[in-house]
């Protein structure tokens, strides 16, 4: 957590109110940074946009557990980490969508529409997965025609 540097979370929470809340709840939840440190920790140094990232991904679970919700946990949390730095749609300056990114996983996972090692995956490897520069219709045109 070195890496975001005391003037790099101070400019993240200076953006908006909403953000110091995001590094307060970060630096009080213990096995969330220890986690996300384990896994690579923020692309660049950017927790606050992580932790803004992981958050918008949460508030689309369900208010219920299920057969999915620990791979999709881990999904939510390596495009958080990864996308922290945004990346653009191969051969554009269209930022590829976090939210959008996940729900394109969770669904294709749900779907059966992955190898079946994915669920094994790490966040790390995950991370490697997620942080694709092609469009999510792209990736599943992919899937659909091997």
């Not at 140094?45 to 990232?53: D, L, S, V």
Request: net charge negative; aromatic share 10%; charged share 30%.
């Amino acid at each position: 957590i070195v890496k975001a540097t005391p003037a790099g979370l101070a400019e993240f929470c200076a953006e908006d109110k909403k953000n110091g809340k995001l590094i307060d709840h970060l630096l009080k939840e213990v096995a969330l940074m220890k986690n996300m440190l384990i896994h690579g920790g923020a692309k660049d140094g950017k927790y606050g946009p992580a932790m803004r990232i992981y958050t918008d991904i949460l508030n689309t679970f369900p208010d219920y557990e299920d057969e999915y919700t620990e791979v999709n946990k881990k999904i939510a949390l390596a495009v958080a980490l990864e996308l922290a730095t945004p990346i653009h749609e191969f051969d554009t300056k269209v930022n590829v969508d976090p939210v959008e990114r996940y729900k394109h996983f969770r669904d294709a996972f749900k779907n059966g529409e992955l190898d079946p090692a994915f669920p094994h995956f790490s966040i790390w490897e995950l991370r490697h997965v997620v942080n694709c520069d092609a469009k999510n219709d792209q990736m599943k045109w992919g899937r659909d025609m091997l």
